[in-house]
């Protein structure tokens, strides 16, 4: 199914368009956190923390994908909204070939570099080390899957259509959450066999997804003789790709240099970031929710022209996180001791882990205000200001804990201290440029 969001209702395109995507990333997330119950409970809680240690390296190494799969998606609204059919079947196929090619060299980046990473960047404990070296080195193995369906989702969000990719999601946790069962607590392969799951499970929703979108939607399909690669939609897709690549890298490299402070506290502290941060991420759901279905929205409305429904879908979008993220506030707070449980920590980690998640939901709301605008200006084109914004929020967040340790003015709890602090940042930045009006004159087809 393809939404055309330039007539209708603004509230209700983004909300349907949304809520699917919400419910994709709950699923996603929830066989994560599932896998951390897994392994914390039947491994122990130093596996958890060595899973939890390698997500700033996850996240670098899905910056490319990530990252030109939000330039893939952004040339595919526009040009959907634009009626420019013919270049959306070069699209697809460019995006496919480029990203498959990539996630090649990434693959093999990421299997010899692991080590150094993980030992000598990151610091990780010795006692730990083994089992984050392994766990990081399946998980490249299937990185070609994660990178195929980086590319489907975001051509089929271009085209209006969330609901395929909560099916492909939830296949994915249905395939997961039982096979890391069978292989941590059935067969005992500890780290190794949680990170063995996920990658079967994300190679099969990326064979569906593909398989799907190629039958559902024929202007998709290549037709002979026609070229399958076009350098001047490539050279696009990197050009507005390429900020979302650095502005993933950015957040990769400074997560890295994060959970170096956090190794530096000991393994105790590393639980209960790896356990808070699990939780943490159900806070972010809707927020990123509703930065991708604007981003959706406000491109196909800035093909079409429609800059009155582009100014109304911002603030529609604003006024529906705001309420969500509030509410969510509050449950974490309140619930923060129980969800906490779950994860099988100590008593120690079990106190630093509930600081660390009542103090971020004291801040979510601002977090809201900040991610949505952001997905505004990306759906404009306008998306290498919003990459300079968290590049600047997370320096300073990073600066900003490194001093509160350095000079003794706060211990662990600088590792959540300063989160808001770069929000706070990263908000402004992003609210000076929408103020500018720069983003008018980004879009490719008016271009």
């Known amino acids: 199914m ?15 368009f949304t809520l699917p995507i919400m419910a994709g990333n709950l699923l996603q ?20 923390a060595a899973v939890g240690t390698t997500v700033p390296l996850v996240i670098l190494l899905l910056a490319l994908a990530m990252g030109m ?11 959907f909204g634009a009626a420019e059919h013919d270049k959306l079947r070069r699209a697809a196929s460019t995006i496919l070939i480029f990203l498959t090619g990539l996630s090649l060299l990434v693959t093999i980046a990421g299997l010899l570099l692991a080590p150094v990473f993980l030992r000598r960047l990151m610091q990780v404990p010795e006692e730990i080390f083994e089992m984050s070296l392994l ?3 399946i ?5 070609i899957f994660q990178f195929l369906y980086n590319a489907v989702a975001a051509m089929l969000r271009g085209l209006g259509n969330s609901r395929a990719i909560l099916f492909f999601l939830l296949i994915a946790s249905i395939i997961n959450i039982p096979l890391s069962l069978l292989f941590v607590a059935g067969f005992h392969w500890g780290v190794g066999g949680a990170a063995a799951a996920t990658v079967i499970a994300q190679a099969i929703s990326a064979v569906v997804s593909l398989v799907y979108m190629f039958r559902r939607f024929p202007e998709f399909r290549p037709k002979s003789g026609e070229d399958l690669f076009d350098f001047k939609l490539c050279k696009l897709i990197l050009k507005f790709g390429g900020p979302a690549v650095l502005q993933q890298s950015t957040v990769a490299v400074g997560f890295l240099f994060m959970q170096r402070l956090v190794n530096s506290f000991g393994p105790v502290t590393m639980q209960a970031v790896a356990a808070a941060g699990r939780i943490d991420q159900f806070l972010a759901i809707p927020i990123f929710a509703f930065q991708i279905g604007l981003t959706t929205f406000i491109g196909q409305n800035i093909g079409a022209g429609n800059y009155d429904r582009v100014r109304r879908g911002l603030w529609a979008a604003q006024g529906m996180s705001f309420g969500i993220a509030a509410v969510l506030s509050v449950a974490v707070y309140i619930f923060a001791p129980v969800a906490i449980t779950f994860f099988g920590v100590e008593t120690a980690a079990l106190g630093q882990g509930i600081s660390y998640l009542r103090y971020i939901s004291l801040f979510i709301v601002m977090f809201s205000f900040y991610k949505v605008l952001y997905g505004f200006l990306q759906g404009t084109g306008d998306v290498f200001a919003p ?10 967040r990073i600066v900003v804990a490194y001093l509160l340790v350095h000079f003794g003015i706060l211990g662990y709890t600088a ?7 770069g929000w706070g940042v990263g908000l402004s930045l992003v609210l000076i440029r929408y103020l500018s009006g720069a983003w008018k004159r980004k879009g490719i087809v008016n271009a």
């Open 2 to 16: 393809k939404i055309d969001m330039t007539t209708g209702a603004v509230w209700r395109h983004i909300l349907l």
């Open 29 to 48: 997330q929830l066989y994560n956190a599932v896998d951390g119950v897994i392994v914390g409970n039947f491994v122990g809680s130093n596996a958890l």
């Open 69 to 79: 799969g939000v330039g893939g998606g952004v040339i595919v609204a526009q040009l």
């Open 135 to 137: 766990y990081i080195r």
């Open 139 to 143: 998980y490249c193995l299937g990185l």
């Open 387 to 396: 990459s300079i914004s968290i590049t600047i929020a997370l320096t300073t």
């Open 415 to 421: 590792i959540w201290a300063a989160v808001p602090m």
